[in-house]
């Protein structure tokens, strides 16, 4: 990226974007990706660029050994990077997806549903996204969620899971009971292929 945008490119923050020249033609950096790796993200404004843009690239990672890839699925969730639609929606609040810590709601003037963001923020949400490690030498594909429980009690559900092969385990993003969220607590899941123990793992694992 230095190479063919600069080394004001490095300066980029997590989360953050900046604009920079390519064959005179503005483009938006973001340094973002689907992982924890530090990736980045190209904007493209027009096909015309992207074959140029391309071959800019591969040239300048060819001592590299730069390829075309893919996503890390297993990356995102041992990282604990969320996936709209799928471990949180419009149905949640930020504090139940861990985003709390992101948003001021006592200055959210005229955001529908501020009084009960506020209580939220106040009083603490009542289920709320942890990691959950699974006991599993394999896992199906997570395809649906899938049920978390206590005993014969659901108590929430697990949302995005792989087997990791760094960890030797599995790993899962899980929307859990406050009763149950606690670091440590043995639960287990329930997939399409049977049941596998699990706990509640204090933290994400990269």
């Not at 992207?50 to 990672?61: I, N, V």
């Not at 504090?95 to 948003?103: T, Y």
């Not at 329930?190 to 933290?203: E, F």
Request: glycine share 14%; with cysteine.
């Amino acid at each position: 990226m230095a190479r063919v945008f600069g080394d004001a490119v490095r300066d980029i923050r997590f989360f953050r974007f900046g604009h920079f020249d390519f064959q005179g033609r503005d483009m938006v950096i973001a340094r973002s990706g689907y992982s924890k790796q530090g990736g980045f993200e190209i904007y493209v404004a027009g096909g015309d660029i992207g074959m140029p843009l391309w071959h800019a690239l591969m040239e300048a990672g060819r001592d590299l050994d730069v390829r075309a890839g893919c996503p890390n699925g297993i990356e995102r969730v041992e990282g604990g990077l969320l996936s709209y639609g799928n471990d949180m929606t419009a149905e949640n609040t930020p504090h139940e997806a861990g985003l709390g810590r992101f948003c001021n709601t006592a200055t959210a003037i005229g955001c529908i549903g501020r009084d009960a963001l506020l209580r939220v923020a106040k009083e603490g949400p009542i289920k709320q996204v942890r990691a959950i490690a699974i006991d599993s030498k394999s896992l199906p594909r997570c395809d649906r969620p899938w049920a978390l429980m206590a005993g014969t009690t659901r108590v929430g559900q697990v949302t995005s899971a792989a087997q990791s092969p760094d960890f030797g385990c599995g790993v899962g993003i899980g929307m859990v009971r406050m009763t149950h969220w606690d670091a440590g607590t043995p639960l287990h899941v329930v997939t399409q292929d049977g049941s596998h123990p699990a706990v509640v793992n204090d933290k994400f694992w990269i």
